[in-house]
């Protein structure tokens, strides 16, 4: 039985994602001996430099924090080295991790996933699984090795998705059931009963980094693949299409039963929605937003935009 307090464990993480997790080692106990996150970048319209997220929590318990541009440079190797951590613990830091790393800690490298592996490995699995539609994802935690998120699964925790819900929010759902995972994943650790299990390669999906491009709006496609798109790039990159050569944004779409047309065309505007012809099927768009202003609700934006019924979206 080994004691939390006496596991001297490096915690890798950057955004907001991996903050609950980051504060469920706190709260066990753990011996945190160095936070490392990536380096301050410029922010905002006044481009000011602003600390990672993880950053702030660690230097308000006043963990020690180290931020390497190249976390695979020998020199920052060689300091990780004599922190000679038991174990280290990675969720969503936003580098790779180096053999020469792996190979550290007795207890190895555990990494906290926001999937089920093995579906959905790479940097963007929560757009991934609303972009595919699926009802179901969840967490895993797993023994990182030198592959892409192909190390031994430790432990699974599911969750279901909401026919409507957005990337932003199923993110908020599962940092928390992170923190949940990764504390009994600790605690087996501690008692010696972890049961690591192999994934199956052959069923493995991959879910790449996102880029703006994504978000474009094909109206050929059926409503359905629209609507996930819509709330799986939600809130980035976003979903665009363009009205009279403006980029448009939308945001708040649901099915449209009932209603076909012409892809891309309006088939209704009032303060419900905005009705939209697919390839198959439509969609209801809550609410929009045109450059130099803010995402309304259909209605405020229609008393500034008409759009008649008949009216085409897009290139």
């Not at 650790?189 to 994934?199: S, V």
């Not at 994504?214 to 709330?231: L, T, Y």
Request: hydrophobic share 40%.
């Amino acid at each position: 039985m080994i004691d939390p307090a006496s596991l001297r464990t490096v915690f890798m993480g950057t955004p907001d994602f991996a903050l609950p997790t980051l504060q469920g080692l706190i709260d066990a106990g753990v011996d945190l001996v160095g936070v490392y996150t990536q380096p301050d970048r410029p922010k905002g319209r006044g481009k000011q430099m602003a600390p990672p997220p993880v950053k702030v929590l660690a230097e308000q318990h006043g963990i020690p924090v180290l931020q390497p541009q190249k976390l695979r440079a020998p020199e920052v190797v060689a300091e990780l080295e004599q922190i000679k951590p038991d174990l280290i613990v990675v969720i969503a830091y936003g580098q790779i991790l180096p053999k020469s790393v792996l190979d550290i800690p007795r207890y190895g490298c555990i990494n906290v996933h926001a999937s089920l592996l093995p579906r959905y490995r790479g940097a963007a699995p929560i757009n991934k699984v609303l972009l595919e539609g699926e009802s179901e994802t969840g967490i895993t935690t797993m023994n990182m090795d030198v592959g892409l998120d192909t190390g031994d699964m430790l432990i699974k925790k599911s969750l279901a998705v909401g026919p409507d819900e957005t990337a932003g929010e199923l993110h908020d759902r599962l940092a928390l059931l992170g923190r949940q995972t990764m504390e009994e994943t600790l605690q087996q650790l501690c008692a010696g009963t972890l049961t690591p299990e192999k994934q199956d390669d052959a069923v493995s999906t991959y879910a790449p980094m996102l880029k703006k491009e994504d978000g474009v709006i094909d109206w050929s496609r059926p409503a359905q693949a629209i609507h996930n798109q819509v709330r799986g790039l939600n809130p980035w990159p976003g979903a665009m299409t363009h009205l009279d050569g403006e980029v448009l944004k939308l945001s708040r779409t649901c099915l449209a039963a009932g209603m076909n047309g012409p892809a891309g065309t309006v088939l209704a505007a009032s303060g419900d929605g905005v009705i939209v012809a697919c390839g198959e099927g439509a969609i209801s768009i809550g609410a929009l937003q045109l450059p130099g202003k803010k995402m309304m609700a259909a209605g405020d934006f229609l008393r500034g935009r008409a759009l008649a019924a008949g009216i085409r979206l897009g290139d």
